[in-house]
């Protein structure tokens, strides 16, 4: 079964307000990549103003829940976008399921593919103007 996620968006301060989480659930942090990470992508060069800032961070806060979060990455983030709906599929064919059924009349952002993090992921806003993020980690 899909576990349902909040990911938070950010305008530059993912890191502050993970660490003001973190300091009210306590636990640590999984695993924290910044844009500086990420692997080169032709016709997306990432400034280097934009390097430190956080491309995603995980944060278990207890019952299996997690917050996950990243800054926006140069888009501006407005109170009403600055939220998905992330869900964690227990195989490749579920997230493709889950994707392809909330997807229909909707915009997608990325398409359903294997990414360098070692998951198969997308992003898309149904029609009712929700973002969604389906992922499949395949290394459990």
């Not at 989480?21 to 990549?33: L, N």
């Not at 994707?99 to 992921?121: I, P, Q």
């Amino acid at each position: 079964m899909a576990q349902v996620i909040p990911y938070l968006l950010f305008n530059g301060t993912c890191e502050e307000a993970f660490n003001l989480y973190k300091s009210v659930f306590g636990g640590e942090f999984p695993y924290i990549g910044r844009f500086k990470d990420m692997p080169p992508m032709p016709g997306k060069e990432i400034p280097a103003s934009e390097g430190e800032k956080i491309m995603h961070i995980s944060l278990p806060i207890g019952g299996g829940t997690y917050l996950m979060g990243s800054d926006s990455g140069g888009n501006t983030v407005t109170v009403g976008n600055n939220f998905s709906v992330s869900v964690n599929a227990d195989s490749e064919e579920e997230a493709t399921r889950i994707f392809n059924g909330l997807s229909v009349g909707g915009k997608v952002m990325m398409s359903m593919e294997k990414t360098f993090w070692g998951a198969y992921f997308g992003m898309f806003v149904d029609r009712f103007g929700i973002a969604w993020m389906v992922n499949y980690d395949y290394q459990k």
